[in-house]
């Protein structure tokens, strides 16, 4: 039996005692040897969550079928935590002849008791996962409320700054020339410019973007509906003030948001959140 032996650990969970990357690796080549079994390749996915199955390694691993017999993990939530993505990847395994074992669980899935117990045990990984999630979201819910801000230093809710600014261990700083672009953009378009003609005007000028892009109308629509050019960072509803220095006025930027809910056709896109006078 050949084995593909796969390892995975998510962000939160690099220095997590027992599962580290090199611990699974190291268990389940003990595990191979314990069985007979050889090891085809072994497949690394780190710093990915175990809902995403656009993993790369997870990926070439499936690519590389052919080339295996067993698919090896530590315990199931490795390999995916929500049962419908599981269940899938086992059915793909079962139409080509391979099959699935789990260390830490001693699982056969040739039987139909085996198929049923990863199904519970799966059920239950995804279910930890998404009270994981919603604890998450209560935790950044809470954050966002109660962060304040002062004019000395603004921290952020841990985004990735936009264009205009950088993060120095957490606090938001204006980046002076771009922040000059960003103003360039609400001005033309309050003129009455589209936003397709504001991209061309900036590429035709050679600036790009801050990932080193030309300009598009997608990163045009993005900075115009962004309140932090105006003074605010927005997290689920919530907004909070900054004291960077910003492009534009919150006057400015609620007249462009209300300017561009007026050429929206859709009526459920039309809805505006104007940026409060005060910070709540």
């Known amino acids: 039996m ?50 995403n199955i ?22 199931m939530d490795r390999i995916h935590r929500n049962s419908r993505n599981f269940m899938n990847m086992m059915d793909d395994l079962n139409k080509r002849g391979k099959k699935f074992a789990s260390a830490m669980e001693s699982l056969d899935t040739s039987n139909a008791l085996g198929k049923f117990v990863i199904d519970m045990i799966q059920r239950i990984a995804q279910l ?14 809470e954050k966002a409320e109660s962060m304040s801000n ?38 033309e378009y309050l003129k009455g410019s589209t936003m397709d003609g504001i991209a061309y005007k900036l590429n035709r000028k050679g600036l790009l973007t801050k990932k080193g892009n030309p300009w598009n109308i997608y990163n045009i629509r993005n900075i115009l509906h962004n309140p932090i050019y105006a003074g605010y960072m927005r997290w689920d509803g919530t ?28 009526s459920r896109k039309k809805k505006v959140e104007n940026i409060p006078d005060d910070p709540e």
Request: proline residues 2%; charged residues 30%.
């Open 2 to 51: 050949k084995a593909a032996v796969y390892v995975r650990v998510s962000t939160e969970e690099q220095s997590t005692e027992g599962y580290s990357l090199e611990a699974q690796k190291s268990s389940l080549r003990d595990y191979c040897i314990a069985e007979g079994w050889e090891i085809a390749d072994i497949y690394e996915d780190a710093g990915y969550s175990g809902r």
């Open 54 to 75: 656009k993993r790369p390694e997870y990926t070439r691993m499936m690519d590389d079928l052919d080339k295996w017999d067993v698919m090896l993990v530590l315990k």
């Open 128 to 141: 930890e996962s998404e009270q994981i999630g919603e604890r998450t979201y209560m935790g950044m819910k």
């Open 150 to 187: 002062t004019e000395k230093e603004s921290r952020t809710m841990g985004f990735n700054a936009p264009y205009g600014y950088d993060l120095n261990n957490g606090i938001l700083l204006s980046m002076p020339e771009e922040l000059e672009v960003a103003r360039e953009i609400f001005t």
């Open 239 to 266: 907004y909070i003030k900054h004291f960077a220095k910003t492009a534009v006025s919150s006057d400015e930027y609620n007249r462009v948001q209300h300017l561009i809910s007026s050429k929206t056709r859709d």
